[in-house]
């Protein structure tokens, strides 16, 4: 049981992929957006936490996401090895899209999403029922609490049934028949610069706006119209999955070279998108420092990270 006691949210076989091969094993350059400081980090002591899935439990989570991962791998790296997606089969597309949703709901970007969401509903139900005031509870128990409970609902949404922000009651499977059901980009890059990635890998973008709100939210974003996937694969290759009706990429060709201004777009995404840390192989991180000197709210890993919604409908 000792191995699985250090549980990745991103699996080590993808953070290779960015990473340098030393006689120790795979490094890779690591950017702290909290500090701003700059490090190498083993592959293996990255995007980790003791027992983040089985917390005194047997490690049954940590398995699940091990025996997937060697599917995943499989048409990862077929699509890398060729630099292509038009060779790839309706049964490896659906495993490249299983890959796709699991690793947006693992990390702990994710995890923190469900904890700030459990801590406003609690904050709620303070109001309309017997509950303790939070606020007076002990700290550890409100640790406990939080961590528990986001720990759940993140469970529920990757294995299990659950109730979506709009309301309606979905599957982990209908989720990724959403994806499966977007069209496919791969993009590649020619330019000195690469794509970076980081503790949260995939982006999930909108460019569709109603108002002031962003259309299609949480698991919710997966299925609107408009919604855009980003999820670099290696620093010259980046996956992008689109709502074949309304995204502007459908009218790009399947595979082709990236722009260096939308390269810094996306690179801006997954910045934004990291919890605590972003990665490179080769690049400076030159370019992070500066957009983060321009949003500096991003530093900040316990930043608000959902929409407010009415909790009471």
């Not at 490249?96 to 801590?119: A, G």
């Not at 002990?138 to 922000?165: C, H, T």
Request: proline share 4%; glycine share 4%.
């Amino acid at each position: 049981m000792k191995e699985y006691i250090q549980q990745h949210y991103v699996p080590q076989f993808y953070l290779r992929k960015f990473g340098l091969k030393k006689k120790s094993g795979f490094t890779v350059k690591c950017f702290n957006k909290e500090t701003g400081k700059e490090f190498v980090g083993s592959v293996g002591q990255v995007c980790m936490e003791n027992h983040f899935y089985d917390v005194g439990a047997p490690p049954k989570i940590e398995k699940l996401f091990s025996q997937k991962e060697k599917k995943h791998s499989k048409v990862y790296h077929k699509i890398i090895k060729n630099e292509s997606i038009k060779n790839l089969s309706a049964s490896e597309r659906y495993c490249m899209c299983e890959y796709v949703f699991i690793q947006n709901e693992r990390t702990r970007s994710t995890r923190e999403r469900y904890v700030q969401i459990v801590k406003e509903v609690y904050k709620k139900f303070e109001k309309v029922k017997d509950f303790p005031k939070f606020d007076n509870l002990p700290p550890k128990y409100q640790e406990w609490l939080l961590e528990s409970r986001g720990q759940m609902a993140q469970f529920n949404i990757m294995f299990n049934v659950f109730q979506d922000e709009d309301g309606n009651v979905q599957s982990s499977s209908e989720m990724i028949e959403y994806i499966s059901d977007l069209e496919w980009n791969l993009t590649k890059s020619t330019l000195s610069k690469e794509f970076y990635t980081s503790d949260h890998p995939v982006v999930v973008f909108n460019p569709i706006y109603s108002g002031d709100e962003i259309v299609g939210y949480g698991t919710a974003s997966y299925r609107a119209e408009g919604v855009e996937i980003f999820f670099p694969l290696n620093p010259k290759l980046c996956l992008i999955l689109y709502d074949k009706n309304r995204s502007e990429y459908r009218k790009v060709k399947t595979e082709r070279i990236v722009k260096e201004a939308e390269l810094n777009w996306i690179n801006t995404q997954i910045i934004a998108m990291a919890h605590r840390t972003v990665f490179a192989r080769t690049n400076d991180f030159q370019f992070v420092k500066s957009c983060l000197g321009n949003f500096p709210e991003l530093k900040d890993p316990e930043r608000n990270r959902i929409f407010e919604y009415n909790l009471d409908d």
